[in-house]
């Protein structure tokens, strides 16, 4: 598999393409989230991927959450979602640490606003639907940003404190205080 797509190549910023359901088990799907899957498992900081970053314009994203050196207390979780869409955010927005597999191989991080909770419709890999499912903290956070890149969007462009902006040595020393402060 190539290399994760990163900032500045013109597939992030476009809207992914839907796909069919016939399409949902086709091998060129299967081929798509064995990449994504490949591509988020192969990379230490790697929670979530989405199509676009592997220069495929389709909606689709993995949730592949695991212990990473930034967030060592992280609970596993695995998802395949298709054609995601959110269809309400719940609560008030916080201010969250993001970072993104395609801002290089060593990311930055930054403060956005997500919410901790959403409510969302989705297909899984074997042509599921999923509708009005909540999902809730770590969970939430990452599916709104993997969604924001099925629309084009990536994570500086929801930056709302252009002073937290730290690289990975300082985010992982930050996160360690934090963790052995509990």
């Not at 314009?57 to 949730?63: E, F, H």
């Not at 999923?130 to 940003?145: C, P, R, T």
């Not at 500086?156 to 252009?162: E, F, G, H, M």
Request: with cysteine.
């Amino acid at each position: 598999m190539d290399k994760i797509v990163e900032f500045g190549n013109d597939i992030l910023r476009k809207k992914a393409g839907n796909v069919k359901v016939g399409e949902f088990k086709s091998e060129e799907t299967k081929r798509i989230i064995a990449e994504l899957n490949e591509a988020c498992d192969n990379n230490k900081y790697g929670v979530g991927i989405a199509a676009p970053q592997i220069g495929e314009s389709k909606a689709i994203l993995v949730i592949r959450i695991k212990k990473t050196p930034a967030r060592p207390d992280r609970e596993p979780f695995d998802k395949v979602v298709i054609n995601p869409k959110i269809i309400e955010y719940i609560g008030k927005p916080t201010q969250l640490w993001d970072g993104c597999l395609s801002s290089g191989d060593d990311p930055v991080f930054a403060q956005t606003e997500r919410y901790r909770k959403v409510k969302v419709n989705y297909y899984d890999e074997d042509g599921k639907f999923h509708e009005g499912e909540i999902l809730s903290d770590f969970v939430a956070h990452v599916f709104q940003h993997e969604t924001d890149h099925l629309n084009g969007m990536l994570f500086v462009d929801r930056i709302t404190n252009s002073k937290s902006w730290m690289s990975n040595k300082e985010y992982i020393k930050m996160m360690s205080r934090k963790s052995s402060s509990k």
